[in-house]
């Protein structure tokens, strides 16, 4: 089967945490994404990567720190939470070309308590 | 920056009535890719289409959308509302490969 897989589904944790999110695409693309979901159900990307280098960062709290081992992995790993981090994480995977729309993954649910 | 506007909040409908779900878009770039996706609840966001060449009308499972650059849109229309259209659409811009930049979304709720 070829798709996005993200684990894990939800994730429940305590403020000053640290959590890790995986991600992995089995599509062959070479582009990855990190996005986040809000209570109002907005978009907004995170990061993206392409063979394996960072190439988008938006301005996101520094405690927020992508991974990438290689094009078809891309975890996301968040140093020390806070209640504004509650939301849905979604990783995507594209081709790198303009006209390739990216496929989601089913996203994590982190709660902060 | 780039952006996305969308028809704002809640569109409701009943069933059997056209759909139209406005996206507009700003960017200083000449040659933008526009993207509907579909939103059900507790999903992912799907593709659901993607814009072709300027003026050039695109088709997905009834739906259908037009880019044109003079005007910098992309609505979303369907003829007939289904119950099973209700769901959050978002309008998506793409200037460069790396990023993908979304509308706020628009919630359809079709009844009967």
């Known amino acids: 089967e070829t798709a996005v897989f993200q684990t894990p589904n939800y994730h429940v944790t305590q403020v000053g945490n640290e959590v890790s999110f995986n991600c992995k695409q089995t599509?062959?693309?070479?582009?990855m994404y990190w996005y986040k979901q809000d209570s109002k159900k907005l978009l907004k990307i995170m990061f993206s990567y392409n063979n394996k280098q960072l190439i988008v960062n938006e301005t996101v709290p520094r405690r927020f720190s992508p991974q990438s081992s290689d094009k078809a992995h891309l975890n996301l790993r968040i140093k020390s939470v806070e209640p504004e981090d509650s939301a849905v994480y979604l990783c995507?995977?594209?081709?790198?070309?303009?006209?390739?729309?990216?496929?989601f993954g089913e996203g994590t649910r982190l709660s902060v308590l | 920056g780039d952006s996305v506007t969308q028809t704002e909040g809640l569109v409701t409908l009943t069933e059997g009535l056209p759909v139209m779900l406005n996206c507009t878009y700003q960017t200083i770039y000449s040659n933008p890719f526009l993207f509907w996706y579909v939103q059900h609840l507790n999903e992912s966001p799907r593709l659901l289409l993607k814009s072709f060449t300027d003026n050039k009308r695109t088709e997905h499972q009834g739906f259908h959308a037009t880019l044109h650059k003079s005007s910098s849109s992309f609505h979303l229309q369907k003829s007939s509302a289904q119950l099973s259209d209700s769901a959050l659409y978002y309008c998506?811009?793409?200037?460069?490969?790396?990023?993908?930049?979304f509308g706020a979304g628009t919630r359809l709720a079709v009844c009967p």
């Open positions: 998506a811009l793409r200037v460069s490969f790396n990023k993908l930049t």
């Open positions: 995507a995977s594209s081709l790198g070309q303009g006209n390739q729309a990216p496929l």
């Open positions: 599509l062959g693309h070479d582009t």
